[in-house]
């Protein structure tokens, strides 16, 4: 079944605490992102890869790091979080960078405290 | 700056009803378009897409979406609802290979 996984679904975590939310995509697609959803705000990209080792910032990422060493993985790392990270994540994928539909996985919940 | 504006942030109304959602983009030039829908407690889903041709385009579940142009909008329609359908609806952009989503609007049918 083609599929976005990420893991974990949830997690509660405390502020400066490393964290590493995954996301890997079956269908061979070669632009992933991340995504932030917050009450009001909607989705707003935090970092996209159009490609192994090709990654780059998108509006919102402060505080996050990313890496793309295989096409199917895109790991959304935290080196120190903190409250204001808080909130819904999505793992995306799709053919190219937009100009296809975009595949998102099934979302984690993140709560900093 | 470039966004993305849906007009309503939460609409309710009772099933059998007729639903109409507001989408406008402040982007330049060539557009591509896309209702996603997140229904409760899952992940955003691709309800339909524009990217040329016909500017009335349908999608799954009933629902479709007129781009106008000249208005810059991309409204999402679907004649009778359902309780189905509640979910939430977010309208996104592209443009220069970038996608943008709106705030999303919150849709509650009641029975």
């Known amino acids: 079944e083609a599929q976005v996984t990420q893991n974990p679904r949830y997690l509660i975590t405390v502020t400066g605490k490393k964290l590493t939310v995954t996301c890997s995509q079956n269908m061979n697609h070669e632009y992933m992102s991340w995504y932030r959803q917050d009450p009001g705000l909607g989705l707003r990209q935090i970092y996209y890869?159009?490609?192994?080792?090709?990654?780059d910032k998108g509006d919102v990422p402060e505080g996050y790091k990313v890496s793309r060493k295989e096409k199917r993985n895109f790991p959304l790392i935290l080196e120190s979080p903190s409250p204001n990270q808080t909130s819904l994540y999505f793992c995306a994928s799709s053919l190219e960078r937009g100009g296809y539909e975009q595949y998102f996985g099934p979302g984690t919940r993140l709560t900093v405290t | 700056a470039q966004s993305v504006s849906q007009h309503n942030h939460h609409v309710i109304l009772s099933e059998a009803a007729s639903l109409e959602l507001g989408c406008n983009y402040s982007y330049g030039g060539t557009v591509n378009l896309f209702w996603y829908v997140q229904y409760p407690g899952q992940h955003l889903q691709l309800l339909l897409k524009?990217?040329?041709?016909?500017?009335l385009v349908k999608g799954i579940k009933g629902f479709e979406a007129e781009f106008i142009k000249s208005k810059f909008s991309f409204n999402l329609r679907k004649p009778s609802v359902q309780w189905s359908d509640t979910a939430e609806y977010f309208c996104a952009v592209r443009s220069w290979g970038k996608l943008q989503f709106g705030a999303g609007t919150q849709v509650v049918v009641t029975p």
């Open positions: 890869s159009m490609n192994v080792e090709a990654t």
């Open positions: 524009y990217f040329s041709g016909d500017p």
